[in-house]
T-cell receptor
């Protein structure tokens, strides 16, 4: 099976712009989660989608949003970018919502976002 | 709020040495996982421990889950340069089932 893919891999934006990141989960996986990784804060959970519905949300401002399509592909959007949004954004998929399924997350390579 | 604290944060050792990384919490987790992340890549699952007191071995890596299911450790025997990377512990929290990560341990093994 192909792994989780994320596009683009690298992105440079300026403050105030918006950005959309894309994630394709492993075939058959219906749950997609997004994480932000920075040296100072580590891996922080953004949100989780299952069957096109947001099931879980972390403590991020409303500028961070996402959606999931019927084929389980997911997008994440950040509006009005700030310097502090520079980070590695990771997408992970898992087979389902049950705890034993959720605890195994298959991560993509991430999108490195730099905000200038 | 459930937290996982990892120690040490940074570890630089010579090839052949042994090391232990700790992952501690004041909360009980139904399971804990260990991931390794290499530069430019996403984390990759190494192991999941489920039962209190459980010990799992993966070649030179030994993982243990505390009896009370509040802590875990990762022991590497005779470390090699290929073990270099960021080691993360993670557990499924009791708040909607979110996966909670520790801050990570940056391991550097010098030849």
């Amino acid at each position: 099976k192909a792994g989780v893919t994320q596009t683009p891999r690298y992105l440079i934006k300026t403050r105030g712009q918006q950005v959309t990141l894309s994630c394709s989960p492993i075939s058959g996986h219906r749950s997609v989660s997004w994480y932000q990784q920075t040296p100072g804060q580590g891996l922080q959970f953004l949100f989780e989608y299952f069957s096109e519905t947001q099931r879980n949300k972390g403590n991020f401002p409303g500028r961070f949003s996402g959606r999931q399509f019927s084929n389980s592909r997911s997008e994440m959007n950040v509006s009005t970018l700030e310097l502090g949004d520079s980070a590695l954004y990771l997408c992970a998929s898992s087979p389902g919502l049950a705890v034993f399924q959720r605890r195994t997350q298959y991560f993509g390579p991430g999108t490195r976002l730099l905000v200038l | 709020t459930q937290l996982l604290e990892q120690s040490p944060q940074f570890l630089s050792i010579q090839e052949g040495e042994n090391l232990t990384v700790y992952c501690n919490s004041s909360s009980v987790f139904s399971s804990l996982q260990w991931y390794r992340q290499e530069p430019g890549e996403g984390p990759v699952l190494l192991v999941t421990v489920v039962t209190g007191g459980e010990v799992k071995k993966l070649k030179r890596l030994t993982f243990q889950f505390g009896d009370a299911r509040k802590d875990s450790s990762l022991h590497i025997t005779a470390a090699q340069p290929g073990d270099t990377g960021l080691y993360l512990c993670a557990g499924v929290g009791n708040q909607g089932g979110k996966l909670i990560f520790g801050q990570g341990t940056e391991l550097s093994v010098k030849p």
